[in-house]
T-cell receptor, first 114, second 111 residues
Framework: KAGVTQTPRYLIKTRGQQVTLSCSPI?????VSWYQQTPGQGLQFLFE???????NKGNFPGRFSGRQFSNSRSEMNVSTLELGDSALYLC?????????????FGPGTRLTVL | QKEVEQNSGPLSVPEGAIASLNCTYS??????FFWYRQYSGKSPELIMF????GDKEDGRFTAQLNKASQYVSLLIRDSQPSDSATYLC???????????FGKGTLLTVNP
């Protein structure tokens, strides 16, 4: 079974631009979560989608948004990029929400904002 | 108080020794506890999960959970240089199902 895939793997953008990242979960998985990872802050939760609805949201500004499609694929968008948005963005999928469901990570998208 | 705290490390052990990684959490309603391993430049990889009090063993790895003390640990027996990585503790809350991660502990196993 294929794992979680993320595209693109690397991105370089300049301040003020916007970016869209894509995530395809493991086949059959319906929950998709997004995280930002930086050396200083560690792994920080952005949001979770299940059945095309945002179920949880972390403490990030409104510039960070996402959506989930009917096939469970998810995208996240960051508008008006800032230097501090440079990070590894990780997507993780799980079969169902909550309970004891295990979450599996994709390889991540490395975003650099210049 | 941070939601999930790990011993900050770095932790250095000789090859063949037992590495002990610790994690405490603040949400008493937490249901599920996970350990991830992250090699430098890679994404986190799930290596263990535990839901009930006590010990759970998988090969060289043992996860221990004590809900009364709000404490979860990971023991790595017969540590190998390939175990050198950052280990992340993750806790799923009881109310909102969100998975919260600790900052991680960097483990180095010296040959």
């Amino acid at each position: 079974k294929a794992g979680v895939t993320q595209t693109p793997r690397y991105l370089i953008k300049t301040r003020g631009q916007q970016v869209t990242l894509s995530c395809s979960p493991i086949s059959g998985h319906r929950s998709v979560s997004w995280y930002q990872q930086t050396p200083g802050q560690g792994l920080q939760f952005l949001f979770e989608y299940f059945s095309e609805t945002q179920r949880n949201k972390g403490n990030f500004p409104g510039r960070f948004s996402g959506r989930q499609f009917s096939n469970s694929r998810s995208e996240m968008n960051v508008s008006t990029l800032e230097l501090g948005d440079s990070a590894l963005y990780l997507c993780a999928s799980s079969l169902v929400r909550g309970g004891h469901s295990e979450q599996f990570f994709g390889p991540g998208t490395r975003l650099t904002v210049l | 108080q941070k939601e999930v705290e790990q011993n900050s490390g770095p932790l250095s052990v000789p090859e063949g020794a037992i590495a002990s990684l610790n994690c405490t959490y603040s949400d008493r309603g937490s249901q599920s506890f996970f350990w991830y391993r992250q090699y430098s430049g890679k994404s986190p990889e799930l290596i263990m999960f535990i839901y009930s009090n006590g010990d759970k063993e998988d090969g060289r790895f043992t996860a221990q959970l004590n809900k009364a003390s709000q404490y979860v640990s990971l023991l790595i027996r017969d540590s190998q240089p390939s175990d050198s990585a950052t280990y992340l503790c993750a806790v799923r809350g009881g109310s909102n199902y969100k998975l919260t991660f600790g900052k991680g502990t960097l483990l180095t196993v010296n040959p």
